[in-house]
C-alpha cells in the first residue's frame, strides 16, 4: 500500500510539473482551457486546483454535486470545493506550482484513491472477519462438542441396555426350559439337559452381568494389561455364543479356527466386549436368516502380531458406509445406535495398540472384519529355547 500511495504522489507532482509548464506565470482562460483538456482530463485521483490563496480553478474525479468542473460556480459550490480543499490539506499537503520568477500561483490539492483508501483498511476489515470466522468456529466446536456428547451418553445407556439385554433373554430361557414340561415343543438334546448344565449356564449369564457393570468403569481409564491367552478369550466366546444362537428355524452356526499363536498383554474384559460385539454384529447381520460365522486366529510366526477375522454370510455394508462404519452414531441397522463397533476400535486401538479394519464386504455376500494385536516376544527371540513368554499354546489348529 506505501508503494502505490508513493505512485500516487509521484503522478500528482508530474500533473503539477505540466500544469507548471502548461499555465505560465498567468494561464487565463484559454490556458485553462487547454490544461482542462490535455492534462486533468487524464488524471485518474481526485484533485482540485486552486490558486496561491486557496480559491478554486477547476478539479477532478470528485462527487461533490457540482455539475461542472470548470468555473464559473455558485457560492455553494464553492463553498463545497473549499470544505474538499481543507479535508483534502489534512490527508495530504497540496503540491506548490511555481512561476518563471519562483512565485507560488497555483496549489495542486490531491486525495489518495479509493483503492488506497480501502487497501488502508483492509487489513482492520480481515482481522474482524477472521475473529467474526474465529468466534462462530467456536461456537460450532462448542455446539458440536455438546451435541455430540448428549449423544454419546444416550449412545452409553442405549448399549448398557443391549449389553445386558442378552444374558436376561437368555435368563429367562433357561427358566422357561426349567419349567417346560414333557409337550413344551423342545429338541430331545435341549428337553434332556441336567439341571447342573443349566445352572452353569445361567451362571455365566449372571457372571455375564457383573462383566457389564464392570466394563463401562474401565472405559475412558488406562485398563491394567496382563498376559493372557487370545485363544482362550475366543474359545470362550464361541461357546458364550454357541449356547445362544438360534437353533429352531433359521439356524446360526458359529465355528472358531486357530492357528498357534503366542500370549498378548492385554485386558481380557474389555478384549471379550470388543470381540463380543464383533460377533453381534456379525449375527445381526443375518438379519433372522440361517447363517454361518466364522471366527479365526492367525499368527505368523515371522512377525509380533496375531489377527483376528470374524466373517459373516449376511447382507454385508453398503460402499456409502464402508469409509465410516467404525464411527460413532454409524450403523446399517434401522434399531442401532452404532456404538458397538466404535468401542471395539476404540478398545483394540487405543488401550492395545493394535488395527481394527474393515477387510471384506460384499452386499448379499457377507462381511468380513479384522482386529490385528500385537503379541508377546517368545523366548526363542530371547534365546531361551522355542517357547513362548507366556501361558502355553495348543500344539496345533483347533477348529470348533
Known amino acids: 500500500m506505501e508503494d502505490i500511495r508513493g505512485d500516487t504522489e509521484t503522478l500528482v507532482r508530474v500533473y503539477s510539473l505540466g500544469v507548471q509548464g502548461l499555465a505560465g506565470e498567468d494561464p487565463g482562460d484559454r490556458a485553462a482551457e487547454v490544461l482542462f483538456e490535455e492534462v486533468v482530463k487524464g488524471f485518474p485521483y481526485p484533485v482540485i486546483a486552486t490558486d496561491a490563496f486557496g480559491e478554486p480553478l477547476f478539479f477532478r474525479n470528485l462527487d461533490l454535486g457540482i455539475r461542472r468542473e470548470l468555473p464559473p460556480w455558485s457560492e455553494e459550490d464553492l463553498h463545497r470545493l473549499r470544505e474538499a480543499v481543507r ?11 511555481s512561476g518563471a520568477r519562483g512565485r507560488v500561483i497555483q496549489l495542486i490539492h490531491y486525495q489518495e484513491s479509493g483503492t488506497i483508501t480501502l487497501l488502508r483498511y483492509l487489513p482492520w476489515i480481515q482481522a474482524a472477519g477472521f475473529v467474526l470466522v474465529g468466534l462462530f468456529a467456536f461456537w460450532a466446536i462448542r455446539y458440536n462438542l455438546r451435541v455430540t456428547q448428549g449423544q454419546i451418553y444416550v449412545a452409553m445407556a442405549r448399549e448398557s441396555a ?14 422357561a426350559l426349567l419349567g417346560a414340561g414333557e409337550d413344551a415343543g423342545l429338541d430331545p438334546p435341549e428337553r434332556a439337559m441336567p439341571a447342573p448344565e443349566v445352572a452353569a449356564a445361567m451362571e455365566q449369564d449372571v457372571d455375564r452381568l457383573t462383566k457389564v457393570a464392570n466394563r463401562f468403569e474401565l472405559i475412558g481409564r488406562r485398563p491394567k494389561l496382563e498376559p493372557l491367552d487370545l485363544g482362550d478369550v ?72 496375531a489377527r483376528v477375522l470374524v466373517r459373516d454370510d449376511g447382507g454385508g455394508i453398503p460402499r456409502a458406509l464402508r469409509r465410516k462404519i467404525f464411527q460413532t452414531g454409524v450403523t446399517t441397522k434401522t434399531s442401532g445406535w452404532g456404538v458397538g463397533l466404535a468401542l471395539a476400535k476404540r478398545i483394540i486401538e487405543d488401550y492395545h495398540g493394535g488395527r481394527l479394519e474393515l477387510v471384506d464386504s460384499e452386499v448379499g455376500r457377507g ?30 489348529p483347533t477348529r470348533g
Open 87 to 97: 479535508r483534502m490539506d489534512r490527508r495530504t499537503p497540496p503540491i506548490e506550482i
Open 367 to 396: 462381511t468380513t472384519v479384522g482386529a490385528t494385536l500385537p503379541v508377546l516376544p517368545g523366548r526363542r527371540e530371547q534365546g531361551q529355547g522355542n517357547e513362548w513368554g507366556g501361558s502355553p499354546q495348543p500344539s496345533g
Open 162 to 175: 443391549h449389553q445386558m439385554g442378552t444374558p436376561l433373554s437368555s435368563l429367562y430361557g433357561w427358566i
Open 234 to 305: 475366543l474359545g470362550d466366546l464361541r461357546q458364550y455364543f454357541e449356547a445362544r444362537l438360534p437353533r429352531l428355524g433359521h439356524r446360526v452356526e458359529i465355528s472358531l479356527e486357530m492357528d498357534e499363536a503366542p500370549p498378548l498383554l492385554g485386558n481380557r474384559v474389555l478384549l471379550e466386549w470388543a470381540f463380543e460385539n464383533l460377533v453381534k454384529n456379525a449375527v445381526d447381520a443375518l438379519s433372522g436368516r440361517a447363517g454361518h460365522i466364522r471366527i479365526e486366529l492367525d499368527h505368523d510366526p515371522g512377525t509380533r502380531e
